[in-house]
């Protein structure tokens, strides 16, 4: 049994767990999504070029596609042609084969639909234990206003899985609260405290601190690239990220995590396609090894059912 | 009360709800001041309903007709906003349909209104599974009928092994509404498709839905 990598080849994550699968000598296949108008997926078989795979052939599969049509290869490509058609039927395919089929998948995509919606991740967080910003969805600049006035500092954020910056609430918003009744906004208390991210790869799990002078980290063109270093989390917060992982289905997690001065830990997001390299390069922890690991090996993986109904 | 989300061309809800007296609900309604969701206070949301201000608990049930928020929504925004606003809603009506829990026909996957995003490999596999004799092949489509399951009942009258096999697949996938296609060539009943449309077009639908909202068993 091989192990099946779909997605962009040159893109830091899959590249990462090509070498570390190449190390350990282990089966594998790129599907380069690139080159979907010249792939054929049909009667169980995936075609790409004058390369062929049996899909039964495939023991793991680890993803990261991307939007098909936004790739440079479709550019050129009509969006109402029979090449067009046909590329998005292959995802379709792919997609359909990934949520059914008895191999090991990083990740399911019915898995990954939490993380489109924030809040309704924010529900499911919940129901695992951890605690989460008081959080206000509203159309109402009223009710808006007073959610401002109740916490002092807050923040905005989008809702969806199009990724947005998280932003403080300042007095130049005030007059433009009146807009929320155009479009539906996320508000959160803002919640002081340290940043973590916590990777969870099967049992493994692999924390490091973030430090930023920023709302939100990721945003380093103001304040610079953060300092990230490896470190443990408690052992009860640690088993609560390996829960959640399992509970939602996921075998690799990246939750985002903050510790408040009094000690409390609250988990804002759990990106179920962490671009883990960003925090491997800096700490050096080998998450790529341990993906590959769980791909190759299924050593330190959690074993899957044999048929995945959610 | 009743609730009804749908696109606004649907003429079909449209003349649902009026026939049943039910809110009609748009994705243009989500551009009115007065909607209010705390995922940890869901009982506390606020829905503008017709106009007015509706707490969760005054809100019976809610059919669902819409299976995402299309830009074609939401004409009134502006074209460069459309695609993020339209995201911005589904994940907003699928935070409130989340917290109705059991009242919404069928609750929401984080990225399809209507229920669980399956593809069909996934549906025959189940099938199959569940020893339902399946055919992939597209058949004649004169010779598809579906069965519309709600709760764990069939709609209207049918013969009993296709009512079974279309009750064992909406249990075993867990859904409250369901319709399970079924073809019929040279005496061999195969499923062909399944969905999560509620057809509020047949008067068996629309009065099983009925009692659905009154909180009896069809």
Known sequence: ?310 | MLAVLASRNDAVARAFANRQGAALITPRDLSTAGWQIDPGRPEQSVAVLCGRQVTAPEIGRVVVRLSHVDEAEIGHIREPDRAFVAAEMQSFLVTWLTILGSRVLNPPSPAHLLGPIWRAPRWFALAEELGIRVQTRLPRFDVMRPVTVLGSECVGTWPERRAAEARRLAGAAGLTLSRAWFSEEEGETSLVGFDLWPDLESPDVEAAIGEWQRGDEC
């Not at chain 1, 390369?51 to 969006?79: F, H, N």
């Open chain 1, 1 to 310: 049994m091989l192990t099946l990598l779909w997605g962009l080849p040159a893109e830091d994550p899959m590249a990462a767990v090509w070498r570390e699968l190449g190390k350990l000598r282990a089966p594998r296949f790129f599907f380069d999504q690139a080159r979907v108008l010249e792939t054929e997926i049909r009667d169980g078989g995936l075609r790409i070029g004058s390369r062929r795979l049996r899909l039964e052939s495939v023991g793991s599969c680890y993803l990261r596609p991307y939007d098909t049509r936004r790739l440079p290869s479709m550019q050129a490509v009509e969006a109402d042609s029979e090449a067009s058609r046909m590329a998005l039927q292959v995802d379709e395919a792919m997609l359909g084969w990934l949520d059914s089929t008895d191999a090991r998948v990083i990740n399911r995509p019915a898995a990954m639909l939490p993380n489109s919606s924030k809040p309704y991740q924010l529900i499911q967080l919940m129901s695992w234990g951890f605690a989460v910003p008081d959080t206000l969805l509203t159309t109402d600049p009223q009710a808006a206003a007073d959610f401002w006035e109740r916490h002092g500092t807050v923040v905005y954020k989008a809702m969806s899985g199009v990724r947005s910056r998280v932003s403080r609430l300042t007095e130049e918003h005030r007059a433009r609260l009146q807009d929320v009744a155009v479009c539906p906004t996320m508000f959160q208390e803002y919640v002081p405290g340290a940043d973590f991210r916590c990777h969870v790869v099967g049992e493994q799990v692999l924390t490091c601190r973030v430090m930023s002078a920023a709302d939100d980290y990721r945003d380093s063109e103001k304040h610079g690239p953060p300092e990230i270093r490896a470190e443990m989390l408690p052992l009860d917060v640690e088993e609560m990220c390996r829960s959640t992982a399992a509970g939602m289905g996921l075998l690799l997690a990246g939750l985002d995590l903050r510790r408040t001065p009094a000690g409390q830990w609250y988990c804002f997001e759990v990106n179920p396609s962490p671009a883990f390299t960003y925090y491997e390069q800096a700490t050096g922890q080998p998450l790529a090894a341990a993906i590959a690991r769980l791909l190759a090996t299924g050593a330190s993986g959690t074993p899957l059912s044999a048929k995945r109904l959610h």
